[in-house]
């Protein structure tokens, strides 16, 4: 017996060790055994060992392909995607020319350095023709990752340009979850877990006329939703943002207008902002600037843009921002949306929705465009709607700061036909979640 705390001394019995050809013979059999075992466990169940799980339950379609509106599953089930990727999809899933796009781009190349120092045509193309779009104001383009990073480059942006610190929000906003975008961010239950986060941040009632008068000269930049999303679908008031925009022009302090989910023909316009008669000083943009790919971006005055080079140099800067298979994608999206008359048929829609989609347990709704909230009587009411619909074929959700209410959101493609059957089966999921 060796003693506590003893060295052991080990000799070898080298005769003892297998043959080369035994060793391959083992590894062989132990990776069989692996793939055998790994035949057994099923995709669901790898995505909840290895992938960071968002929500104690998620709908959990195990996808097998996306086409126009609709989301096929593994076992060749139909659903019509009413949420269009939460406003992602806004063309539909899989068009043609979208996917030529990035084919013909991954054939070129795909990422080659950090976002700003080579020329990249995907890059320069997409920016020309997003611009093509937009007031003078708005013709230099900052390309992020994501709807997120657009918003923490803004209020870089915004700091930069004024040389103040103070931020100005809204209650029931929200800009992203990343740690600037959360500090901005309207409610306090996602919030309070994560503190500290950024100072100097003011958050003030929408849609008030009384609390536009807080904002002062300490104020760098106002960042505002048209239509607030998360708290289903609030549009603001035109003569209130009116007045948003002659204070912030009155103080020199910039008004960011955030787009990420509003953008692209969702509202009945390209972006909500010409409905409103303002042109804001930054625009950010995200979910369908990508055309299904990710992709954000942030949109100022080239003389804005500028602060960021200089003092210090690379004063925003990212790897993957503006990838040129995420911009390529974008840009044919763009493309079709322009010339695809589906922004012009958005009124239209909208109204087939106000006018078929009824239900005695339906309390409120809110819409804008084809963007629509379902307001019920509880969270527990909405949350069993959502799962009768998901069984139906009909993929919605709720809200982040609405839990009571629906998420209608489907891609700008969807035709009436189409539009009639996903309320009809909406309609039997209400009947059937209350136990008609």
Known sequence: MVELGATKQFSPNWGSFPSTASMVAIKMRLLYRNLLLMATITNRQLFLQH???????????????????????VHGKAFMDMIAGFSVCNIGHSHPAVIKAINEQVEK????????????????????????????????????NSGAEATEGAMKLAKRVTGRTKIVA????????????LSVMGDEYFKNAFRPLLPDILHLRYNNFEDIELIDDTVACVLVELVQAETGITPAHKEWVA?????????????????????????GTLFAFEQYDITPDVLLVGKALGGGLPLGAFISSTKMMSTLTENPV???ITTFGGNPVSCAAGNAALTVLHHSG???????????????????????????????????????LTKKIAAACIENGIITDWFLFAEDKIRIAPPLSISIDELMIAIEKMITSIHQAIGE
Request: charged share 15%; glycine share 8%.
């Open 51 to 73: 992938l960071a799980q968002t929500s104690e339950k998620p709908i959990g379609i195990e996808v097998a392909s996306a086409q126009g509106v609709y989301i096929y599953d």
């Open 342 to 380: 589906w922004i012009e048929s958005v009124k239209e829609k909208e109204n087939c929705l106000i006018t078929h989609l009824h239900h005695p347990a339906i309390l409120h709704r809110n819409h804008f465009g084809l963007w629509m909230s379902l307001q019920f009587e509880s969270a527990a």
């Open 170 to 181: 809204f209650e029931g906003a929200y800009h992203g979850s990343t740690q600037g975008a």
């Open 243 to 267: 007045a948003l925009k002659k204070k912030c022009e009155s103080l020199c302090a910039l008004l960011i207008v955030d787009e990420i989910q509003s953008g692209f023909g969702r509202t």
């Open 314 to 316: 690379l004063g925003h």
């Open 109 to 144: 190349y795909m990422h080659v350095i950090v976002y700003g120092e080579f020329v990249q045509a995907p890059q320069v193309q997409y920016a020309k023709y997003l611009t093509s779009f937009l007031p003078d104001a708005l013709q230099s383009v900052y390309f992020t």
